[in-house]
């Protein structure tokens, strides 16, 4: 049986100072903007493994606003999503440069540790072009896999792979 593929955007998270990888993180991933014909939200959700890695469980979530952390997007509308696209199918249709935010819920995580975090959240952006899929458009197939180093007071980020 085969392996199924890695979905385009991947995350590990590490916890900096202990090297422990960093179970049951909120992860959150909004497209920002693309070459999509429709205005429709794309955000999807996970919770990071026991190693700390978010690459299959990638849920999208429909969304009745354009309003993501009290930002209106550009290109987005107010109208609803109700069949939200696998992360998968929203790259092959966009077939095309496109931005995304991801974002890192720490606040929690540090706080079940009984510390007290600078950043509640974590958030960057992410440029994505030259995804052609499994969809027969090309045999390129570019992923984005992220590390991610947090720790109470910081956090760094490198592509990994």
Known sequence: ???????????????????????????????????????????FHGLTDSHGQLNAEWVPRPHSSAMHSGVLHSGSTHSDNPNPLPLDAVFEEANGKMVWACRIEVKDYFEGKGLRPLLPEVEFKILTEGYFGAGGRGVKRETWDFRVMIGEEGFAIERSG
């Open 1 to 43: 049986m085969d392996e199924p593929a890695s979905p385009p955007i991947s995350i590990t998270i590490t916890d900096a100072p202990t090297s422990i990888p960093s179970a049951n993180i909120p992860v959150t991933l909004t497209l920002l903007s693309s070459s999509l014909p429709h205005n429709h939200e794309h955000t």
